[in-house]
């Protein structure tokens, strides 16, 4: 505990600009702590938030990094040309290593959104696979956009819950998750396919069908216990047979919910 409190003090010490408190700090970066005296940090960013680069830069720290234990960004409906980008390069550029984080949550788009919410300038560029190589010890991740081939790219990984939207490119996950050997303690998958549905043709951008059975014929998930897809191209058919697969008769539960 005594640890967790130097680096709040040190969080507070290096917010310039911000009343800082325990429990509050201007009313959009929220601190508590949680089991083990670990602290636990929500994020609200306010579109004219100029510190927001510096704070997560902080995070970073070597003498702040190891004391976090979850840490979830949200963030108004509000983006350019109807994209709201998060950049999380802070993140991984200092020194420090997130060795007790166990929750990374970056809000993704709701259904009463208005801007598609996405990592990056358009592309996520890698910065999934580069936040988990500091994150070693990450059991739940919540992402709005795909993660590159990278993110497979790595020894076993005790992730356990992920939640996903591809944004606006779905970068093969299924099939690369089909053909990964890194997360084999994933317990529960929630993905959302592309649907960009003002695109035309958009169906071309969502995942074939066939790498669908292949990760449901495969080896990588033998903990998986409940799979969530939605807006796919499957059809009550596909549905039928996936239920018959190795993974398919292996879950606890699987809602494939329709197209868009």
Not at 41 to 56: K, M, Q, S
Not at 161 to 177: K, M, S, V
Not at 191 to 196: A, G, I, L, M, P
Request: proline share 6%.
């Amino acid at each position: 505990m005594e640890a967790s409190n130097l680096a709040l003090k040190q969080l507070c010490r290096y917010l310039a600009g911000y009343q800082c408190e325990l429990s509050e700090i201007n009313n959009s970066l929220m601190i508590g702590t949680i089991q083990n005296g670990l602290l636990e940090l929500d994020y609200y960013v306010d579109v004219d938030d100029e510190f927001y680069a510096e704070i997560l830069e902080l995070l970073a720290f070597p003498d702040f990094a190891p004391f976090l234990g979850t840490l979830r960004l949200s963030a108004p409906d509000e983006g350019i040309n109807g994209t709201r980008s998060w950049k999380l390069e802070p993140l991984t550029q200092g020194e420090g290593t997130y060795q007790n984080l166990r929750l990374l949550d970056i809000q993704s788009t709701q259904s009463h959104h208005h801007n598609r919410t996405i990592l990056g300038d358009f592309a996520e560029d890698g910065i999934t696979a580069r936040l988990l190589d500091k994150m070693p010890n990450l059991e739940q991740l919540s992402i709005p956009s795909a993660p590159s081939p990278a993110f497979f790219n790595r020894p076993p990984h005790p992730l356990k819950h992920l939640t996903l939207q591809t944004g606006y490119d779905t970068q093969n996950f299924i099939l690369n998750l089909a053909q990964s050997t890194c997360f084999s303690q994933l317990k529960t998958l929630d993905f959302t396919d592309y649907s960009e549905t003002y695109i035309q043709n958009y169906q071309q951008h969502k995942t074939p069908i066939p790498h669908y059975f292949q990760l449901f014929n495969s080896n990588a998930l033998p903990h998986l216990e409940s799979l969530t897809v939605r807006h796919s191209l499957l059809s009550e058919k596909d549905t039928t047979e996936l239920k018959k697969t190795k993974l398919g008769s292996q879950l606890d539960l699987l809602k494939l919910l329709p197209s868009s």
